[in-house]
């Protein structure tokens, strides 16, 4: 009699990476492509689903947009059969291409929900390049006041070739000047934001707001707070929770800013995207 196959024990490993400047500009497919490429390189049994073009078990948290770094980000894969942490972290390390720093490896429960159903909120730090007498400070103060006392900041959003209009201002929880740094020219704004189904703040949207797009700029994802972690629950527990249908717009509402284009200056923006714009679809 032939014996029946069972299945080979499974294992959740969540890895934490920095995402740096030299991979910034690739897209979220792309990075998915490396992260396999990474891990069929590094010779671990990376669990495949079953189907007519099977793809890998490898779940991103929230994937970056174009021209975003990220500090540590989040990244789930399952390997059957399992291997000890130790050996897929020095597995990985070898094989991680320049712009990817591996920060952690943990095992995670099997069952855990998917990431991406946990997240609540992001901090992000906005770094402006610029010289020290370009750009002063009280003008950045006086422009972050001036989001902040607002209750309503009209965006509009394209996506999927629809565009639709929200309220960024309830998704932006905190932002404040953070200091000058003068050997690297340097200004930073620290700002934290929902993300949430439907109503997720996005820092490129914010920049714009403020009148800093045309700046030269940074802009880095430094954590993503989750709904499982009671430390991350905390942190977010005086905030209140913004649903999609509290932040769209009402019929015949347009998408604006805080900078408005003279009118006697054609926009470089008109009939096009911009990179951070395009970049955007990956956060909706």
């Not at 399992?82 to 095992?107: H, N, S, T, W």
């Not at 209750?151 to 200091?179: D, S």
């Not at 940074?218 to 527990?237: K, T």
Request: avoid cysteine; proline fraction near 7%.
């Amino acid at each position: 009699m032939t014996e029946e196959l069972l299945p080979l024990p499974r294992q959740r490993v969540r890895i934490h990476y920095a995402k740096g400047e030299a991979i910034k500009f690739i897209s979220h497919h792309d990075e998915f492509r490396l992260w396999e490429r990474t891990l069929r390189r590094a010779d671990l049994p990376l669990l495949y689903k079953r189907g007519f073009n099977p793809q890998p078990h490898i779940q991103f948290a929230a994937p970056l947009g174009v021209g975003i770094t990220g500090a540590n980000e989040p990244l789930d894969i399952i390997l059957s059969p399992p291997l000890a942490i130790d050996e897929i972290a020095a597995k990985l390390r070898a094989k991680l291409p320049p712009g990817v720093a591996l920060q952690a490896v943990a095992e995670a429960p099997l069952a855990a929900d998917a990431l991406q159903n946990l997240i609540i909120g992001a901090d992000y730090t906005i770094v402006l390049y610029t010289a020290p007498d370009e750009l002063p400070v009280d003008l950045i103060e006086a422009r972050i006041a001036a989001f902040l006392q607002q209750a309503t900041i009209w965006r509009e959003r394209q996506r999927k070739g629809r565009h639709y209009t929200y309220n960024l201002r309830p998704l932006v929880f905190e932002l404040r000047y953070v200091g000058y740094d003068a050997v690297n020219e340097e200004h930073r704004i620290f700002l934290r934001v929902q993300m949430r189904s439907g109503a997720t703040g996005r820092p490129d949207e914010v920049v714009d707001a403020l009148g800093f797009d045309d700046l030269a700029r940074m802009l880095q994802r430094e954590r993503i707070y989750f709904d499982d972690s009671a430390e991350d629950r905390a942190v977010f527990g005086g905030y209140p929770v913004v649903l999609q249908e509290q932040v769209a717009a009402p019929p015949g509402v347009q998408g604006t800013s805080l900078r408005e284009t003279p009118q006697d200056e054609p926009s470089a923006r008109n009939g096009q995207r911009t990179i951070n714009e395009r970049a955007g679809d990956e956060f909706a």
